[in-house]
């Protein structure tokens, strides 16, 4: 049982060394650059549409407690 524990933490020390050379990679130094920008460019919620959302059909689609958890049709 000591060699599968000894087996799997080398294993997981693998993975782990793997992912943190992944992501500091100097390849995606880039896209590090890129996402370190984004809190300070400015806000565009003016351009994103808003939601339409029809009050009479989400009241009709409602499950109804009385007649079992049924929508109305």
Same mark, same amino acid.
């Given at each position: 049982?000591?060699?599968?524990?000894?087996?799997?933490t080398l294993l997981l020390l693998l993975?782990? $060394?793997g992912i943190f050379i992944w992501a500091?990679?100097?390849r995606r130094r880039t896209d590090f650059e890129a996402a370190a920008q984004l809190p300070l460019e400015p806000d565009n919620y003016d351009q994103i549409p808003a939601? $339409?959302?029809d009050i009479n059909s989400r009241r009709n689609s409602a499950p109804n407690i009385k007649s079992g958890g049924k929508t109305h049709e």
């Open positions: 049982m000591l060699t599968f524990h000894i087996i799997w993975i782990f $060394v500091f990679d100097r939601p $339409v959302v």
